[in-house]
T-cell receptor, first 116, second 111 residues
């Protein structure tokens, strides 16, 4: 149990286009999901916290208009990178908590975004 | 959340126990100790967590000192597939609390 998936696993897009990344909790409901990004040989950095049915909370320095987050259901959150640029190339990872008194978070396998 | 300190890298021989230390001297009474690992180009994998008692599961054991200022993750019989970056995180248990990752320890298991 507690499986989180991401789609796509890899995506290459041209500069100026938008890319949507999906994060799904496959066998549990997640009221809260988190989005991280990770540059090569660096640790994970939190981008935003997403609560089902409400607006995401962004970390300082993360542009909310550039990284659009939608959490429309208890099993799905999406991250859209708008007007992508090469510096947005990174490894994007989501996580989710099962809730109900269980607080460990489960991470998706990540999405490798390359902007050319 | 309290800050953690881990050695940047460690080596371990295959089949031997891997003991990964973590210092969290400023941990608060309501903060738990979590361990995750990240194998190259994958998402972090939950390993174990605890508050003050030692914990064991099918993957590892977690030993927390009595004063809770440090802990050790033990992989009893390391395999080559255990090569990864291991993160020690302390946090208050709350569904809205994210995991704050430090630099972690890069464990290399050698044949």
């Amino acid at each position: 149990g507690a499986v989180v998936s991401q789609h796509p696993s890899r995506v290459i897009c041209k500069s100026g286009t938008s890319v949507k990344i999906e994060c799904r909790s496959l066998d549990f409901q997640a009221t809260t999901m988190f989005w991280y990004r990770q540059f090569p040989k660096k640790s994970l950095m939190l981008m935003a916290t997403s609560n089902e049915g409400s607006k995401a909370t962004y970390e300082q320095g993360v542009e909310k208009d550039k990284f659009l987050i939608n959490h429309a259901s208890l099993t799905l959150s999406t991250l859209t990178v708008t007007s992508a640029h090469p510096e947005d190339s990174s490894f994007y990872i989501c996580s989710a908590s099962r809730g109900g008194g269980l607080y460990e978070q489960y991470f998706g396998p990540g999405t490798r975004l390359t902007v050319t | 959340d309290a800050k953690t300190t881990q050695p940047p890298s460690m080596d371990c021989a295959e089949g031997r126990a891997a003991n990964l230390p973590c210092n969290h001297s400023t941990i608060s009474g309501n903060e738990y100790v979590y361990w995750y690992r990240q194998i190259h180009s994958q998402g972090p994998q939950y390993i174990i967590h605890g508050l003050k008692n030692n914990e064991t599961n099918e993957m590892a054991s977690l030993i927390i000192t009595e004063d809770r200022k440090s802990s050790t993750l033990i992989l009893p019989h390391a395999t080559l597939r255990d090569t990864a970056v291991y993160y020690c995180i302390v946090r208050v248990e709350n569904n809205n609390n994210d995991m704050r990752f430090g630099a972690g320890t890069r464990l290399t298991v050698k044949p």
